[in-house]
């Protein structure tokens, strides 16, 4: 578990002072994945700097399993560095050492005796399914052949928080696709509690249980993706949930449905059934005008816009609420059609 | 004295002079590397962009770095007899031209040290303090691993620099090629002489730079040095 607590850093750049992070609170529960979100500038280098230890934040606390890190010095500081592995971002190998040999490198700090160290750098290399490469050297390797290693050697030293800062930035979306698979395996084999900082919304989607939102310097959303995907007036939930193409709706509109309206669904039942069921238990003519579905980890999401037409339109959303729809009604449209 | 030298004569006086110039090179290379070396490392680490910056420390070691440097060779030459006096027990001949060769390697390794660090990319630094590595360890296996190519072209560089200095200290204190060149050769009107310690130089640099470059390509593992 990994707290943080009202950390504040400011930064003086041409002599004004600049808060890069103001009063940031977060907190990672055990085993999870916790995405942090935010355009660039929004903090989340300095954040990232933060909970790695190499920047010391103005004040506020990092705690691992309750213990506050960021007053830490010397050789305690050191054995600290190794409880949060880090995946830095960009390139960060040793191009001087095979990828055996960089996994190698905390467990040397850690002064693990040789021998172990070959059989857990091992095990690494086959956690990231880079076994038969461990004596390439990384500019034979990949892109993401070399973040894989990056994330090997972050959980050498078994810690227990693993950072990823944008481990992804720098790859196409295949080979994003292997890192996160890599990130994940870390979470469910290991259990280690996993923070990864991005701008990338697919990597929220495909591997956060938890999201938090940066913006100049504060946190301005924090929950669970699924509870936030389903409050309305979540910026972040609608950011990633489908398109619904307002543009298109609109002259759509005109067509004349009774009723227009948003509709969230979570889950698989939900995704699956609940509008056509809806449809014939009521008897309203449902058309999807636009929206589509995603993913949230392993669950299905859908949000869609939808027109009603029918006697019993209003009671077809009403019994959809009652089945956990997340229903908001569209805004009234140019010919006033929908309510 | 218009008579060339025969070959014979030539071959005499060039090869014990070959071997003392090779002699004071790679003694003042020696010397250059082991007190250059740390030097250099102690230059980079309080530097702005080092692991432990100390502005002042930083810019009094840097100016003694780049003062030693800048003094002309054949001055250097001349002021420190004494102290080669006082180490070598005499201030001629070779052995007693290695003290000025290896003041003037020292700071010029230095510089070339400080220099191949600084291009090791800070993120790899980064990464390596956030395993938890101890100063002495990111010194070792990540700055001086990682910038091993740069450095053994620093060692080239510098026993190029130092054919060319050992060339002016035998010329004053005795010894080596450059001695041959100017007192059997050019003093003496004989050109046979003169052309071959010249050319010996030349082949000296060469052969230096042939195996400088050979071991950067077995000791570099990046791309660029195994596709060439």
Redesign the interface.
């Known amino acids: 578990m990994i707290t943080v607590e009202n950390l504040t850093k400011t930064f003086t750049q041409s002599n004004t002072p600049v808060a890069a992070l103001d009063d940031v609170s977060l907190q990672v529960p055990d085993g999870s994945v916790c995405g942090v979100v935010g355009t660039s500038g929004a903090g989340k280098s300095t954040l990232a700097r933060c909970i790695a230890l190499l920047e010391k934040p103005d004040s506020g606390a990092i705690r691992v399993d309750g213990t506050d890190l960021v007053s830490l010095e010397g050789s305690k500081l050191r054995a600290a560095r190794r409880q949060i592995g880090v995946v830095p971002q960009g390139d960060s190998l040793l191009r001087q050492r095979t990828a055996a040999g960089n996994v190698a490198l905390p467990l040397e700090s850690a002064k693990v005796p040789a021998a172990q160290r070959r059989s857990r750098v091992a095990e690494l290399l086959d956690l990231v399914g880079l076994a038969d490469k461990s004596s390439v050297y990384p500019d034979h390797l990949s892109g993401g052949q070399r973040q894989r290693v990056a994330v090997a050697r972050a959980l050498a030293a078994k810690p227990s928080v693993l950072l990823a800062d944008e481990p992804t930035s720098a790859l196409d979306p295949g080979t994003t696709d292997s890192v996160l698979t890599v990130l994940e395996r870390a979470r469910s084999e290991l259990g280690v509690t996993v923070l990864v900082v991005t701008h990338d919304m697919a990597v929220v989607r495909r591997i956060a249980d938890d999201v938090a939102v940066l913006e100049e310097g504060r946190v301005v959303e924090h929950g669970k993706v699924l509870d936030l995907v389903s409050e309305p007036g979540s910026r972040i939930g609608s950011t990633l949930l489908p398109e619904t193409d307002q543009a298109s709706t609109l002259q759509l509109d005109s067509g004349g449905h009774d009723v227009v309206a948003e509709v969230v669904l979570v889950g698989f039942a939900a995704v699956g059934a609940l509008l056509p069921e809806a449809s014939s238990r009521f008897g309203v003519e449902l058309s999807i005008l636009g929206g589509g579905l995603t993913r949230l980890g392993d669950t299905p999401v859908a949000k869609f816009r939808v027109g009603l037409s029918g006697e019993r339109s209003e009671s077809a959303l009403k019994w959809m609420i009652e089945r956990d729809a997340h229903v908001r009604r569209a805004p009234v449209s140019v010919d006033g059609v929908a309510a | 004295m218009s008579d060339v030298t025969p070959w014979s004569e030539v071959l005499e006086l060039v090869r014990p002079a070959t071997v003392e110039t090779l002699y004071m090179v790679l003694m003042s290379t020696l010397v250059g590397v082991v007190g250059g070396l740390p030097l250099g490392v102690w230059l980079h680490m309080t530097s702005p962009v080092g692991l432990t910056p100390k502005p002042l420390l930083h810019r009094v070691l840097g100016a003694i770095v780049d003062v030693t440097r800048s003094i002309p060779f054949v001055v250097l030459l001349v002021v420190v007899g004494s102290l080669t006096r006082l180490l070598m027990g005499q201030a001629f001949g070779s052995s007693a031209a290695i003290v000025p060769l290896a003041i003037a390697a020292v700071p010029f390794f230095a510089r070339l040290t400080s220099n191949a660090l600084r291009e090791v990319?800070s993120?790899?630094v980064?990464?390596?303090?956030?395993?938890?590595?101890?100063k002495f360890?990111i010194v070792w296996?990540?700055l001086l691993?990682?910038a091993?190519a740069a450095l053994v072209g620093a060692v080239g560089v510098t026993m190029l620099a130092l054919i060319g200095y050992a060339a002016m200290a035998g010329a004053i204190a005795g010894g080596g090629l450059g001695a041959t060149a100017i007192l059997d050769g050019y003093n003496a009107y004989d050109d046979r002489v003169l052309y071959v310690s010249v050319v010996l130089l030349g082949v000296l640099a060469w052969g230096m730079q042939l195996v400088t470059d050979w071991v950067t390509k077995l000791?570099?593992?990046?791309?660029?040095a195994?596709n060439v």
């Open positions: 990319d993120a790899i980064e990464a390596a303090v956030t395993t938890g590595a101890g360890r296996t990540v691993s990682e091993r000791v570099d593992r990046r791309r660029a195994t």
